[in-house]
C-alpha cells in the first residue's frame, strides 16, 4: 500500500508539473501559431480527445489513424492504451480485456451498436477473432448509457467500421505485410484491401474488405498442473521424519504437481470479408446493409517432457518457512514422460445487420435495428493427447529461491532412449496438461432494437430518447471425448521403433532459464493412438501385463477404440431478453459555466433456460466385498432443464459542467448487471463419492442471480491545448450477488432395495452460489501532450501517459488457507506512447504495464492463481514515399519480455512462459 500511495503521488505531481509547464507554454506561442491540418497520429489522437470532451458520457476512445489503419496490430492491443484497461493475450496476442479490474465476462462488447458472440463458450468476446484494420473507431463507455444494452459491470466497449455514405467518393486501400516471428524463425504474410464508393448521386454506397492474415509462431515454457495440498500424514514415505522435525498433523505442505517442459508451436490463419451497403431512401431515410463473415483457424501442437509427481511415493524433501517444497526426491516408481498434444481451434463466425434510420417529422428521429451473429467452433475433433514414458530408480525436482526449478537423477541419454519409452495414457478431445480441454461450441443471438428521438428544445429539456430491445441468445457447448483412456495404463506395452522419433526442443531454451535436454522423444500422435487401437497393440498389453487373451480387445470393443463420445458434460443456455429505456437530457447555465444532465432508465427482464444431460440416481446398494462404499445404481441419461427469470431497474445520470472552455467536471451514477457464467448454469447433478457416512454430489445453479453493481464517478478534465488534456478520475463500483462455492444438503429419493438408509439418504451436493459482495476503488489519471509550439523538427514529438490505481475490501490473504473469494483480475496498469510524426515521417514506441494481480481464487486444489508483473514495448516506424504509399515497420514485444504465474507464494510458479518478439514490415496503399 506504501509503495501504491507513493507510485500514486508521483504519478499525479509529474503530470500537474508537465501539464503546468505545458499550458505555459502553450498559451506563450497561441499568438503565432497558424492552424494546420493533422493528419496520421495526430488525427487519431485528436479525433479521441474530441469524442472525450463533447460527449455527455464517462468515455474514451481509439480512433484509426486513417482507413484501415488502426494504431496497433490488433484491436485488444489497441484497446490496453486507454486508461483503466488491461488484456489478456494468447500466443503473444491480445486477446480479451479486463476494464478497471473487471474481466472480460463484465464487459458487454458491441459492433455498430449490435452485440457479438465469439468462440469463447462464454458471455466474454475474443478480439483476436477480428482484424484490426476491420475497426474505425472504438468507444469504451464506464459511465452506463440507458440507451446500450446491459451486462457490463465494467465498461461496454462498441466497435465502429467504417459506412461508404460517410466516406464519400471512390476510395480504396490495401496493406501488404511481412510478418517474423523471432522464437520460430517464421515469416508469414498478412493482406488486407477495403474498397468504398458511391453511386447514384451519392444516395448509394457500398464497401467490401477483405482480410488475409496468417501466423506462425512458437512459445517456451514450462510449467505444473497446480499446487497440491498435502497434510503432513498424506506424505506417507517422510512423515514421520516431518513429525521429528516437529510439524504438526494439521500442517499443510505445498508441493509442485508435475513439472512440464512444453514448448509449442502455434499455426493461426484469420480470413474476415466484411461489407456494408447503404440507400438514401430520402433525405430523411437511410437503409444500411452489412455482412461479416469471420474464419479463424488455429492449430497447436506441443512434445512436452514430463516429470510426474506423486506426494505419496516421496522418500525426501525440504521445504520452506511456507512450507513450499524447494526440493524432494521420488525413488519408487518415478515417472518420465513425453506428452504429445494437439489441439484444434477452429473457429467461423458470421454477423448480418440490417439498419433504418428515419427523420420521420421535425425533430423526431427513429431508428430499427435487427440483427444476427453466429459462432462456432469445432474443436474436440483435432485435439488428442497421449503420454508414453518409462518408470526408473527416480528424480530429484528442486527449486531456486526464486521457484526455478532443475532435475537430477536421470540423464540425458535415457531421455533419448526410445526402448524405455512405453504407452500409458491416449486420449482423444482434449489436449491434457498441456494444452487443456476443447469443446464443440455454437453461439447465436438475435436482436432487434428500436430507439426513438425527440429534439424538445425546451428551456432546460433538449432531447429525449426511448425504446426498446429484444435479444434471443443461445449457446451450447458439446463435450466430445474418448471413453477410457487408461486402457493402457501403467508403462507396460512398448510402443514400435518406427512409430517413435527424436525431436530437437531444448536448445537455449528460454534464453536459458530453465536447463533442459536438447532433445527428447516424441511420437506421431495419430498414428500411435491409431496403433493403439489395433489387435496387434492389444495382444501386446495382455502377454505385457499377464492378462488372459482378449481382455485389452475386449475393452478397445466397448469403448469403441478411442472414438469421440458424446459427454453428459454437454449443455446449452437459451436467454432471452426483453428491454425498455427512457432518457431525457437537460442542459443550461450554472452562472456562466454550461451544463449538461443525462437522467434515464432501463429496465430489463432476463429468461434463462440451461439444459444438461444426467442421469438420475435410482438406488444405492450393498457392496458384500467392501463395506465401505455403495453400488450407485444410475439411471438412463436423459435431458434435465430448468428455468429462470429476473428483472431490474437500471437507473443512469451523468452531469458535465463546463467550467470554462478548457475545464470539464463531471459525475456519474448508475446501476448496472451482469448475468452469471453460462458454465455455472446447468442442471445437471454428478454424484461423486457414494460411501457410509461419505455422500457427495455436484451440481450448477440454474438459479443464479446477475452481479449487481452501484457505480459512481468523478472527474475533472483540463484542455489546456489543442492536442494534449490532463484528467483525474475517481471510480467506486459495489458490487453483489459474486459466486462462491458452497456446499448444500440434499435429499435423493431411491429405491433402497437393501433397506440401508432411514428415509432418502442426505447428500452433500457442491455447487456454486450469490454469497459474496465487494468494492472497488480506483483513480484514473490520463495526460496527452504535443509540442507543436516548438520550432522546426522538434514539433513533431507528443506523448500520452496514463495510470490506473484501483483497490479492494475483497483481496485474498495467503496466509488464510480456507479463504474460498476474492476479487480476481484488479491490477494496477500503466501506459505511456511517445510519437514523432512530421513530414512523411511516424514514429511511436508504446510502453504498457500491468501489475500483479489475481487471476483465479479457487483453482487446482483449491489454490489461488497470481500473474506476475507485466510489461511490453510495440514500435512502429512509417514513411509516406507519395500521398498514396507508404511503407513502414512494426516490432511488438521488442525487448522479449516473459509472462509468469505463481500460486499463493512467489517461489510458486506455476507457468513461465516466453512468445518473443515479432516483427513486420510492410507497404500500404490508398487511393
Not at 521429528?244 to 505445498?254: K, T
Not at 446447468?682 to 457410509?692: H, K, L, W
Not at 452460489?769 to 501532450?785: R, S
Amino acid at each position: 500500500m506504501i509503495a501504491k500511495k507513493t507510485i500514486l503521488s508521483s504519478t499525479i505531481a509529474t503530470i500537474l508539473f508537465a501539464g503546468a509547464q505545458a499550458s505555459a507554454q502553450s498559451a506563450s506561442q497561441e499568438t503565432s501559431m497558424e492552424e494546420v491540418l493533422v493528419t496520421g497520429i495526430r488525427s487519431s489522437l485528436q479525433q479521441a480527445m474530441d469524442i472525450k470532451r463533447d460527449s455527455d458520457a464517462m468515455v474514451d476512445s481509439i480512433a484509426s489513424e486513417s482507413l484501415g489503419k488502426f494504431p496497433d496490430t490488433n484491436i485488444a492491443e489497441s484497446l490496453q492504451r486507454i486508461t483503466g484497461v488491461s488484456i489478456d493475450r494468447s500466443g503473444g496476442e491480445g486477446q480479451s480485456v479486463t476494464v478497471r479490474g473487471f474481466g472480460p465476462q463484465f464487459n458487454t462488447v458491441l459492433l455498430n451498436g449490435r452485440r457479438q458472440v465469439s468462440d469463447t463458450g462464454a458471455r466474454s468476446f475474443n478480439f483476436d477473432n477480428l482484424p484490426a484494420e476491420l475497426v474505425s473507431r472504438v468507444d469504451v463507455y464506464k459511465s452506463a448509457q440507458a440507451r446500450l444494452q446491459s451486462g457490463g459491470i465494467g465498461s461496454t466497449i462498441v466497435m465502429h467500421t467504417p459506412r461508404p455514405l460517410d466516406i464519400g467518393s471512390f476510395k480504396a486501400v490495401g496493406s501488404a505485410k511481412m510478418l517474423h516471428e523471432d522464437l520460430s524463425g517464421e515469416s508469414t504474410p498478412e493482406l488486407f484491401g477495403m474498397v468504398s464508393n458511391t453511386f447514384a448521386d451519392g444516395r448509394m454506397g457500398a464497401l467490401l474488405s477483405v482480410t488475409y492474415e496468417e501466423r506462425k509462431n512458437r512459445i517456451e515454457r514450462f510449467l505444473t498442473d497446480g499446487i497440491l495440498t498435502a497434510p503432513r500424514d498424506g506424505l506417507t514415505l517422510i512423515a514421520d521424519d516431518l513429525a521429528d522435525q516437529g510439524y504438526s498433523a494439521d500442517d499443510q505442505f505445498f508441493i509442485p504437481q508435475v513439472l512440464n517442459i512444453s514448448p509449442i508451436d502455434e499455426q493461426r490463419e484469420r480470413i474476415n470479408i466484411n461489407s456494408t451497403f447503404q440507400f438514401q431512401a430520402t433525405d430523411d431515410l437511410t437503409f444500411t446493409l452489412d455482412a461479416m463473415f469471420n474464419d479463424f483457424d488455429v492449430q497447436t501442437q506441443s512434445n512436452t517432457l514430463t516429470f510426474f509427481v506423486t506426494p505419496s511415493i516421496i522418500t525426501d524433501a525440504t521445504f520452506d518457512e511456507n512450507r513450499t517444497a524447494t526440493t524432494f526426491t521420488q525413488n519408487q516408481n518415478a515417472a518420465t514422460d513425453f506428452t504429445m498434444a494437439e489441439r484444434s481451434r477452429p473457429s467461423e463466425s458470421q454477423a448480418f445487420g440490417f439498419n433504418a434510420d428515419w427523420d420521420l417529422a421535425p425533430g423526431w428521429n427513429v431508428a430499427f435495428d435487427t440483427s444476427y451473429s453466429k459462432a462456432e467452433s469445432g474443436g474436440a475433433g483435432g485435439t488428442n493427447v497421449g503420454v508414453i514414458g518409462f518408470r526408473d530408480d527416480g528424480f530429484t525436482l528442486s527449486y531456486d529461491e526464486n521457484g526455478m526449478p532443475s532435475y537430477s537423477g536421470v540423464t540425458d541419454a535415457q531421455i533419448n532412449d526410445t526402448s524405455l519409452s512405453k504407452a500409458h495414457f491416449f486420449m482423444r478431445g482434449i489436449g491434457g496438461g498441456p494444452l487443456g480441454g476443447a469443446a464443440d461450441i455454437e453461439h447465436d443471438l438475435f436482436e432487434q432494437r428500436v430507439d426513438f428521438e425527440w429534439q424538445a428544445d425546451f428551456e432546460h429539456l433538449k432531447t429525449v430518447t426511448f425504446g426498446a430491445h429484444y435479444s434471443d441468445e443461445s449457446e451450447s457447448t458439446t463435450s466430445r471425448t474418448s471413453d477410457n483412456p487408461c486402457i493402457y495404463c501403467g508403462y507396460q506395452t512398448d510402443v514400435p521403433d518406427d512409430l517413435l522419433a527424436i525431436v530437437a526442443e531444448g536448445g537455449n531454451y528460454m534464453d536459458g532459464d530453465i536447463d533442459v535436454p536438447a532433445t527428447w522423444q516424441t511420437a506421431d500422435l495419430d498414428a500411435l493412438i491409431s496403433w493403439l487401437e489395433t489387435p496387434e497393440a492389444a495382444a501386446a498389453r495382455d502377454e505385457a501385463a499377464g492378462l488372459e487373451p482378449g481382455t485389452t480387445q475386449a475393452a478397445l470393443d466397448e469403448s469403441n477404440g478411442y472414438a469421440l463420445v458424446l459427454q453428459s458434460s454437454s449443455t446449452e443456455i437459451d436467454e432471452t431478453v426483453m428491454s425498455v429505456y427512457a432518457n431525457f437530457n437537460f442542459q443550461g447555465e450554472l452562472g456562466d459555466m454550461p451544463w449538461s444532465l443525462n437522467a434515464g432508465v432501463r429496465y430489463v427482464e432476463t429468461e434463462t433456460t440451461p439444459f444438461g444431460i444426467s442421469a438420475p440416481l435410482l438406488d444405492l446398494r450393498e457392496i458384500p466385498s467392501d463395506p465401505t462404499a455403495y453400488d450407485v445404481v444410475d439411471g438412463n441419461e436423459q435431458v434435465v432443464s430448468a428455468n429462470n427469470t429476473y428483472d431490474h431497474f437500471l437507473p443512469t445520470l451523468d452531469y458535465r459542467l463546463n467550467l470554462n472552455d478548457d475545464m470539464v467536471i463531471r459525475f456519474a451514477a448508475s446501476q448496472t448487471l451482469t448475468r452469471p457464467p453460462f458454465g455455472a448454469l446447468s442442471p445437471r447433478t454428478t454424484i461423486g463419492t457414494a460411501r457410509p457416512g461419505n455422500l457427495q454430489a455436484s451440481s450448477g445453479n440454474p438459479n443464479l442471480e446477475p452481479y449487481a453493481s452501484d457505480n459512481l464517478d468523478l472527474a475533472y478534465e483540463w484542455y489546456y491545448q489543442e492536442s494534449g488534456y490532463l484528467t483525474v478520475g475517481l471510480f467506486q463500483k459495489r458490487v453483489e450477488n459474486f459466486l462462491v462455492n458452497t456446499v448444500l444438503r440434499q435429499e435423493f429419493e431411491i429405491q433402497d432395495q437393501d433397506n440401508l438408509f432411514d428415509g432418502n439418504p442426505v447428500f452433500e451436493v457442491s455447487t456454486q452460489d450469490n454469497l459474496e459482495d465487494a468494492t472497488v476503488d480506483g483513480v484514473e489519471l490520463g495526460f496527452q501532450h504535443t509540442f507543436d509550439y516548438l520550432s522546426g523538427a522538434w514539433s513533431g514529438f507528443g506523448f500520452t501517459a496514463n495510470a490506473t490505481l484501483v483497490d479492494s475490501d475483497a483481496e485474498l490473504d495467503t496466509g488464510d488457507i480456507s479463504q474460498t473469494f476474492a476479487l480476481e483480475g484488479l491490477g494496477d496498469s500503466y501506459n505511456i506512447v511517445g510519437f514523432y510524426e512530421r513530414g512523411n515521417f511516424e514514429a511511436r514506441l508504446a510502453w504498457n504495464q500491468r501489475d500483479r494481480f489475481l487471476q483465479t481464487a479457487v483453482g487446482f486444489g483449491g489454490e489461488p492463481t497470481y500473474v506476475e508483473d507485466y510489461e511490453q514495448i510495440d514500435a512502429r516506424v512509417s514513411y509516406s514515399l507519395s500521398d498514396s504509399l507508404s511503407v513502414f515497420f512494426e516490432g511488438v514485444n521488442i525487448t522479449d519480455e516473459k509472462y509468469q504465474k505463481v500460486g499463493r507464494y512467489d517461489n510458486q510458479i506455476l507457468l513461465r512462459e516466453q512468445t518473443g518478439p515479432r516483427y513486420t514490415v510492410g507497404v500500404r496503399a490508398e487511393f
